[in-house]
């Protein structure tokens, strides 16, 4: 058996992401999600990747764990083209970064996306119910409310976690979500 970590990680401190404008990113995250922006480092550095030097901006968005969103953007044209991906996937839903919220903030945050005219999916997985919208760099962003049983059915997981995938990689692809109400 493998042997994890004495203590997991303790929260998310960031997930970076490179974005092309930090202000329309800004007035996205902060002006129609209500995000605060608490920094924004500006820096210049001898790139390993191209040899010489380049100029970024360094943003940081605040989580109410203490954790953050955080951008990047470069005033190299270069430097951004080659950050980006040369063929992005057909299906980009699955790669996503969630939070959790209370139910409150899911609905103000519902009510600040439509009224900024942005798309918005809601979906109930069961387990938890999450709405998915889009920055306007691509980066999609999962708002997430756990059910008040979350712990039950956390438990539950846990304890046939490993005997799932096993059976998952077995070849027995059989759905084991019986909470979900229906397809989306």
């Known amino acids: 058996m493998t042997k994890l970590l004495t203590r997991a990680p303790e929260r ?3 997930h970076a992401y490179v974005v092309k404008d930090q202000e329309i990113n800004r007035q996205f995250f902060e002006d129609v999600l209500g995000i605060p922006l608490v920094a924004t480092w500006c820096e210049s550095h001898v790139s390993g990747f191209v040899g010489r030097e380049v100029a970024l901006c360094h943003t940081f968005y605040a989580m109410g764990d203490g954790g953050a969103l955080a951008f990047f953007s470069f005033a190299d044209e270069e430097i951004y083209r080659k950050t980006q991906a040369e063929k992005p996937a057909v299906i980009g839903n699955f790669d996503h970064i969630s939070f959790k919220v209370e139910e409150s903030t899911f609905s103000e945050l519902l009510d600040r996306l439509h009224a900024a005219g942005q798309a918005v999916r ?3 997985h069961g387990y938890c119910k999450s709405m998915y919208c889009t920055s306007p760099d691509g980066l ?10 979350a712990a039950k059915i956390d438990a539950i997981r846990r304890a046939d976690a490993h005997a799932e995938l096993k059976r998952w990689m077995a070849g027995d692809h059989r759905p084991n979500n019986d909470l979900r109400p229906g397809d989306d």
């Open 140 to 149: 999609i962003m999962e708002f997430t409310v756990d059910p008040p049983d």
């Open 12 to 14: 998310l401190h960031h």
């Open 122 to 124: 809601v979906t109930d």
